[in-house]
């Protein structure tokens, strides 16, 4: 009686740091793997898609733990400095804030000239500076921050003094229904850095011409 041989299966199978599909296979497509990073809420500082060899051969694409095996030291190096920054900034998420929620939120055009370009909130002296009128990711704190953000608004009748009549809410917002993660809020904060850090750069370029 000969023994059948074992199925081959795909290196990394059971591999922590590198993530297949369902099927324990690799992904078919780059975008299947980027849509399945998304879903499942891993940052892009933390992990990337890369090929990767499929079972009887040929290639297909994988989420892979950027720079497992690597010393903290080495794996540092490799990394950019928006992507340090926003690892920091999860690494703090993960450890104070575990069972914090994420919300998708946008900010309403200014009313007025005397509106600020972009809406700020601060929380425990951490502050987000935050686009209008675009759907971005706020943790919870923030999202009330908004919430409660009022100011005073006045009425003048010819003749009288001034007089207060109510309150205006500040940041005026529009939430969805369906919740954010926390790795999709890394790697938004990851692409406003690198968006800063551009628009930064090109500035002092214009200063020094």
Not at 33 to 44: D, E, F, Q
Not at 121 to 137: A, F, H, M, S, Y
Not at 156 to 174: A, E, F, N
Request: hydrophobic share 35%.
């Amino acid at each position: 009686m000969t023994q059948e041989p074992e199925a081959k299966q795909p290196k990394g199978q059971n591999d922590p740091n590198i993530i297949l599909s369902n099927s324990g296979q690799p992904f078919k497509t780059e975008g299947a793997a980027k849509s399945a990073r998304a879903t499942k809420g891993l940052a892009i500082t933390d992990w990337d898609v890369q090929p990767h060899e499929q079972e009887g051969g040929g290639v297909g694409f994988a989420i892979i733990r950027k720079n497992f095996g690597m010393s903290d030291t080495e794996e540092d190096v490799h990394r950019t400095p928006a992507e340090k920054e926003a690892a920091a900034i999860k690494a703090k998420l993960d450890s104070t804030s575990e069972t914090e929620k994420f919300y998708w939120v946008r900010f309403h055009d200014k009313t007025n000239q005397q509106d600020p370009d972009h809406v700020e909130l601060g929380v425990n002296g951490e502050v987000l500076k935050i686009q209008r009128n675009k759907w971005v990711i706020l943790p919870a704190r923030f999202l009330e921050c908004a919430r409660h953000a009022v100011h005073p608004h006045f009425q003048q009748v010819p003749g009288q003094p001034r007089k207060q009549v109510g309150t205006l809410v500040t940041w005026p917002h529009d939430v969805r229904q369906e919740h954010a993660t926390r790795g999709q809020y890394a790697e938004m904060l990851a692409e406003g850095t690198k968006a800063d850090r551009a628009s930064y750069e090109a500035a002092a370029a214009v200063s020094q011409t």
